[in-house]
């Protein structure tokens, strides 16, 4: 007998041996439940990204005008003790400006100069008059905001925990209404945690800019709900 012939013999032996000890899943009670964990979480801190740009017709002259924005920006986020760590624009990029004409040909008429900037806000209650402030200012335009936790893992398992015992909670509630008990479990499956992202009431950038915008309008904040879920097969005892 070959090596190739030994190891289907070997394997075969050994897959046998399993299915004699171990039981068939048609011999075994289970009930499947879903179970749902949610954790409200008021969120630590909020990333913002802005947009800084300007059109010239000379590339260094919109660069400048772009650079003076970063600073007035970085004056500002100072102001309201934003620390300097927390603002982040390693990138710039220039966009030539070019008008087609009808001859098929076209011309350079300017640069348009673009430097993001990510800014970490972790005192939420200044999200508002700094963004005012900001938006005064139309050199600026908001991108996206998003809200982190510290410790989302933490968020995670706690949100997980609670999922587990309200299947185990309907598992043992199905299996007594039946006069019979939840003896172990057989399985589980986790689905992925959702961290949903908030509704941001944010008004138009021209009337952030008007005269008549109230302090701290345009911002919602508020506990984001984490949610978990888990699929669990409980075995049951046997009539």
Known sequence: MNTHNRFLAVLGTFLFTISMSAPALSDIAYIDVS??????????????????S????????????????????????????????????????????????????????????????????????????????????????????????DKPAEHESKARRLALLDAKAKAEEMAATLGQKVTGVLWIQEQAAHFPQPVMMMESAPMMRSAKADSGSGMKIQEQTISQQVQVRFEMEKD
């Open 35 to 52: 179970g749902q964990g949610e954790l409200d979480v008021y969120p630590d801190f909020l990333t913002l990204s802005v947009e800084l």
């Open 54 to 149: 300007a059109t010239e017709k000379d590339v260094v002259r919109a660069k400048n005008k772009v650079d003076d924005a970063f600073a007035q920006l970085s004056k500002v986020a100072e102001e309201h003790g934003i620390a300097e760590d927390d603002i982040e624009s390693v990138r710039i990029s220039n966009y030539p400006q070019w008008e087609y004409q009808g001859n098929g040909k076209r011309q350079l008429i300017g640069h348009r100069v673009i430097r993001p900037v990510t800014i970490t806000l972790r005192t939420l209650d200044k999200y508002g008059p700094f963004l005012e402030e900001v938006l005064i200012d139309e050199r600026y335009r908001i991108q996206n905001t998003s809200l982190g936790f």
